[in-house]
């Protein structure tokens, strides 16, 4: 049994719409109270921002470690606060940080929770992940659900294994393959300051340092007890349910991410209030099925041939694909040229009409 491949074929299709929209609905009208959830985690900038700290403290202890100490570290420690400021991000993409009010705000701080994580995915996954919610394992627009060719050809134990290995670069470059949109400025001055801080950790603290920043992130990220969570959310354990939720101790320093059924029905809800969704409400979610350990999660993923890529639900896209983006800089830029515009015009105006009384006094 451990040796079969996958039993699947196909993913799981369904013509129904996504779920969570009509729960959300059947929740509130049951529960209108739960509407003071939503708002600002004040928190979430003091746990982010210690973080970051922690990350460049760290980066200086080890720049004249053993290579050994470097990777032990970066699994054990460094990749979970790394993984952590991922689900960090996820949170700041809901505008969570500081309120659907100051967008702007929010993204910047995103900058701050990406820097030890060493690659630039703050903006793009903000992204994409509003399709992940709006259009839920739609083909072509949800790049959370794996490709054809992940499905066709990670499908024994083996395979399975070097596919948890390589998630990290399967959520980095899927959606290049399955929805390509042009990139914003945003994720172009995301790129721009997150390589600058690469380059002050390689230059102040050396290659250790940095390495153990980007290690971290693949580690963490791949086979890694906190990884769970990335096959735990939405791949079928039972077919007649889309999204599962995860109640165990891990959520402690994950952002509450393992609260995943509360989390689509009610995006907008900071996770650090996700468990009073399911205290509020017990019996929209008690019945549900539900992850108990996610090592457990990825043993059985690996291990059973009922699981693989293929054991997603999807459904047919609602809408087209589009390509471009939101530029939230651009307005800002346009302003601020048409302000020096205008101060421009106003002075030649004044120059013009100084050295036209000029030129009367001489005459």
Aim: proline residues 5%.
């Amino acid at each position: 049994m451990m040796g079969q491949r996958v039993s699947s074929t196909d993913f799981l299709w369904t013509y129904t719409e996504q779920p969570h929209a009509d729960r959300r609905k059947q929740i509130f009208k049951a529960h209108p109270e739960i509407k003071q959830l939503f708002g600002i985690d004040h928190s979430l900038k003091y746990v982010v921002t210690a973080s970051v700290i922690a990350q460049i403290v760290a980066c200086f202890l080890l720049k004249d470690s053993s290579w050994v100490l470097v990777l032990l570290q970066a699994y054990f420690f460094g990749g979970v606060v790394n993984h952590a400021l991922t689900l960090a991000i996820h949170d700041i993409s809901h505008n969570t940080a500081f309120g659907n009010d100051m967008p702007l705000a929010n993204r910047f701080f995103g900058f701050l929770a990406n820097l030890p994580i060493g690659v630039p995915i703050s903006i793009s996954f903000k992204k994409y992940h509003v399709e992940h919610h709006r259009y839920l394992a739609e083909d072509g627009l949800d790049t959370d659900v794996p490709t054809e060719f992940e499905a066709k050809f990670f499908t024994s134990p083996f395979r399975k294994f070097i596919w948890l290995i390589l998630q990290p670069v399967f959520y980095a470059f899927r959606p290049l393959a399955i929805y390509k949109k042009a990139p914003t400025d945003m994720e172009i001055l995301n790129a721009i300051i997150q390589i600058s801080f690469d380059f002050f950790i390689l230059y102040f603290c050396g290659f250790k340092s940095l390495l153990y920043l980007l290690s971290g992130t693949f580690l963490a990220m791949g086979i890694h007890p906190s990884a769970g969570h990335f096959v735990a959310e939405h791949y079928a354990f039972s077919e007649d349910q889309e999204t599962y939720s995860y109640y165990g101790w891990w959520n402690h320093v994950m952002y509450n991410v393992g609260y995943h059924m509360e989390h689509h029905d009610f995006p907008y809800i900071p996770g650090r209030n996700l468990p009073k969704v399911r205290h509020i409400a017990p019996e929209f979610y008690d019945n549900l099925h539900i992850h108990e350990s996610w090592t457990t999660v990825l043993w059985d993923f690996v291990f059973s041939p009922a699981m693989g890529p293929y054991k997603r639900i999807k459904r047919n896209a609602s809408v087209p694909q589009e390509v471009y983006g939101n530029n939230q800089l651009l307005p800002y830029f346009n302003r601020f040229f048409n302000k020096i515009r205008l101060y421009a015009e106003t002075f030649f105006v004044m120059f013009n009409k100084v050295g036209l009384g000029e030129r009367i006094k001489v005459e």
